[in-house]
């Protein structure tokens, strides 16, 4: 079946799954949710452009209408015909070598892997056609659809993965079966889901499952204890398809950074340190020696996002991207959808990092705001989401942080942040504190907006 309807896809111009969407000539497959049937649209996708429309309900199968293709299950069948696109043009699997077909990165972890993944993007994308991940298209149907964007004219694929429940980066990569693996960090994310910080680490830790058993190779943050546990447990540290980036020095080390200064916007210097075949196959040799440091201003803020641009580093560097066309990647680089926002307003200076947050990513932009040269700080911060039962435990430690680093003006937002029973301010909801804001504005501040995206604090700059 998925051979006969990968036929009828290459004579598609794409697939949609949104009836309201539909491109002439795509292929539309009928997908459900909790609030609707794709079923019930597959002739209105017709109608609209579409060539071929895949459904899975045989009461919405017209009599003798060959533009109809019945499958046992819609998403899965997604999943198959996009993994068969990848085995067509994609790199074999398992394979020892990458020069044969697109190879594959595939990028997950509990903060920074959409950064990562864009800033991986960029500097690739001073050397190749690059296929990537748009936005956080990054679930069970963001994935599959991603891949089947593959066409034979691009030269690298980046695969962002998400997950929430046990299984979840299985799933995913088994769709899109990456040559290359890279783990941004494990933090206490979507613990509701998981279960337990050591859930996050095997969910996670499925992508090093796939590339030890395909031969794939690893890039991995030399930083993180719990990354190097989790390489280790699966032998994978003395592989020479593993690479390692790090702010630490170290033997093993094939890209190195080190902050230039603490400003608001992310200074740093980096050098490549070619020490395995490989690295040293695609990279300016070195004769084992450390190679020359550049110096990279960003306009990402926080220094957390060192990490993430070393993991780009090292793809960069493990692609052949010349160096100084890193740095220009890096440089140019501008974040947007509320990461690591700076704005200025004519009345104060906004951090807006108001799309996600997690006990480890709280935490982290709290460090980088103490330490930041500003003058008249103020926090405004949303509650952490999916925390299940250890959410309040977890908010207590983020008030007795804004505390021990003797944060005065402080706003917090959500229930969850109601329950700690701190000496600050808190409000039910936004809505709550949009009133308060607007009659009395803050002046001449420089304000951290952090939360989940579901307390919806990307609403407040206008307000400030």
């Known amino acids: 079946m998925i051979e006969k309807l990968y036929q009828l896809f290459l004579q598609c111009s794409g697939v949609t799954t949104d009836s309201r969407n539909c491109p002439q000539d795509s292929l539309f497959i009928a997908l459900k949710g909790e609030n609707f049937n794709g079923n019930a649209f597959a002739a209105k996708a017709l109608e609209a452009g579409c060539k071929y429309v895949v459904i899975d309900e ?27 696109h990848r085995r067509m043009l994609g790199t074999p699997i398992p394979t020892t070598t990458l020069d044969v077909g697109i190879p594959f990165i595939g990028i997950t972890g509990t903060n920074g892997k959409t950064t990562t993944k864009e800033l991986t993007a960029a500097v690739l994308s001073k050397k190749y056609n690059v296929l990537y991940t748009q936005g956080n ?49 494990v933090g206490r994310a979507h613990l509701l889901g998981f279960g337990s910080f050591e859930g996050v680490k095997r969910t996670k830790g499925e992508l090093y499952d796939f590339l030890k058993a395909t031969n794939g190779e690893v890039i991995v943050n030399a930083d993180s204890t719990d990354l190097k546990e989790m390489i280790n447990e699966r032998e ?147 509650e952490m989401r999916e925390l299940g039962a250890d959410s309040q435990q977890e908010h207590q430690r983020i008030v007795q942080l804004i505390q021990d680093y003797g944060f005065q003006d402080v706003l917090l937002v959500g229930e969850e942040f109601i329950k700690t029973g701190g000496a600050f301010r808190c409000f039910s909801d936004v809505n709550a504190l949009s009133e308060v804001l607007k009659a009395h504005q803050p002046q001449d501040k420089t304000i951290l907006i952090k939360g989940s995206n579901g307390t919806k604090l990307f609403t407040l700059p206008e307000l400030l």
């Open 58 to 84: 045989a009461a919405y199968l017209p009599e003798g209408d060959a533009r109809y293709i019945l499958v046992d299950n819609c998403l899965q069948t997604l999943q198959r015909l996009a993994n068969y």
């Open 137 to 185: 298209l990054n679930n069970s149907i963001g994935v599959p659809m991603t891949v089947l964007r593959l066409k034979p004219e691009h030269e690298v694929a980046i695969i962002e993965m998400g997950a929430s429940h046990p299984g979840d980066i299985k799933e995913l990569v088994d769709v899109c079966e990456p040559n290359i693996g890279l783990i941004t960090n």
């Open 236 to 382: 994978l540290s003395g592989n020479q398809r593993t690479f390692f980036y790090g702010e630490k020095d170290a033997d093993k080390l094939s890209v190195r950074g080190e902050i230039v200064e603490h400003s608001a916007f992310l200074h740093f210097r980096w050098s490549a340190i070619p020490t395995s075949p490989t690295i040293l196959a695609r990279s300016a040799r070195s004769n084992g020696r450390v190679c020359q440091w550049y110096d990279v201003q960003t306009h990402l803020i926080g220094d957390y996002n060192l990490s993430n641009m070393l993991a780009a580093i090292s793809v960069g560097v493990r692609f052949g991207v010349d160096s100084e066309d890193i740095c220009d990647a890096l440089r140019s680089y501008e974040p947007h959808n509320n990461r690591s926002q700076l704005t200025k307003t004519e009345h104060n200076t906004l951090i807006v990092d108001a799309y996600n947050a997690n006990p480890t990513s709280m935490k982290a932009a709290l460090d980088n705001f103490y330490h930041m040269e500003a003058n008249n700080k103020m926090l405004i911060l949303g």
